[in-house]
T-cell receptor, first 114, second 111 residues
Framework: DAGVIQSPRHEVTEMGQEVTLRCKPI?????LFWYRQTMMRGLELLIY????????DSGMPEDRFSAKMPNASFSTLKIQPSEPRDSAVYFC????????????FGSGTQLSVL | GENVEQHPSTLSVQEGDSAVIKCTYS??????FPWYKQELGKGPQLIID?????GEKKDQRIAVTLNKTAKHFSLHITETQPEDSAVYFC??????????FGQGTELSVKP
């Protein structure tokens, strides 16, 4: 298996622009998580899905952030409009109840909002 | 909610020495405690985990201990090698709950 695949690896955009981050979880995994990593706040859980349904989005910072999972093999995290304080590394992770919910992370998207 | 504290934030050891990273958690109902290793430019990778029905678990040079009464758990790396240099994260979760991460420890192993 190729693991969790995220795109793009790097994204540089200007304040006010829309940003879309993409994730393909490991095939067969029924949980998908979006995390944000910064020096100040560490690894923060933004939202997670179970069987494509959002379960907990309490970590989403504000209405500018939205996430979707239209099918079991694809999810997006969208920021509109983006702000400089959104600059961070965004990770997608997936897990399976069959494997005792061990999280497998993607390589992340480094987002810079100028 | 759960709160996980991790110490130290940075740790430097000589190759061949042991390294110990400690974490405390606040939620007594937490029952799953994984450790992740993050190398530069990569996502965190699970290296070992322990559940609350076990006090210690070992995998080659890595071991984790859990003290449920004191609500703390530790990662032990023996015979450290330069490739062990990375950021290590502990985490805790209760059944059905969210995985909460510590702030991370940057380990540097000097040859």
């Amino acid at each position: 298996d190729a693991g969790v695949i995220q795109s793009p690896r790097h994204e540089v955009t200007e304040m006010g622009q829309e940003v879309t981050l993409r994730c393909k979880p490991i095939s067969g995994h029924d949980y998908l998580f979006w995390y944000r990593q910064t020096m100040m706040r560490g690894l923060e859980l933004l939202i997670y899905f179970n069987n494509n349904v959002p379960i907990d989005d309490s970590g989403m910072p504000e209405d500018r952030f939205s996430a979707k999972m239209p099918n079991a093999s694809f999810s997006t995290l969208k920021i509109q409009p983006s702000e400089p304080r959104d600059s961070a590394v965004y990770f997608c992770a997936s897990s399976s109840t069959v494997t005792n919910e061990k999280l497998f992370f993607g390589s992340g998207t480094q987002l810079s909002v100028l | 909610g759960e709160n996980v504290e991790q110490h130290p934030s940075t740790l430097s050891v000589q190759e061949g020495d042991s390294a110990v990273i400690k974490c405390t958690y606040s939620d007594s109902a937490s029952n799953y405690f994984p450790w992740y290793k993050q190398e530069l430019g990569k996502g965190p990778q699970l290296i070992i985990d322990i559940r609350s029905n076990v006090g210690e678990k070992k995998d080659q040079r890595i071991a984790v201990t859990l003290n449920k009464t004191a609500k703390h758990f530790s990662l032990h790396i023996t015979e450290t090698q330069p490739e062990d240099s990375a950021v290590y994260f502990c985490a805790a979760r209760r059944q059905g709950g969210k995985l909460i991460f510590g702030q991370g420890t940057e380990l540097s192993v000097k040859p």
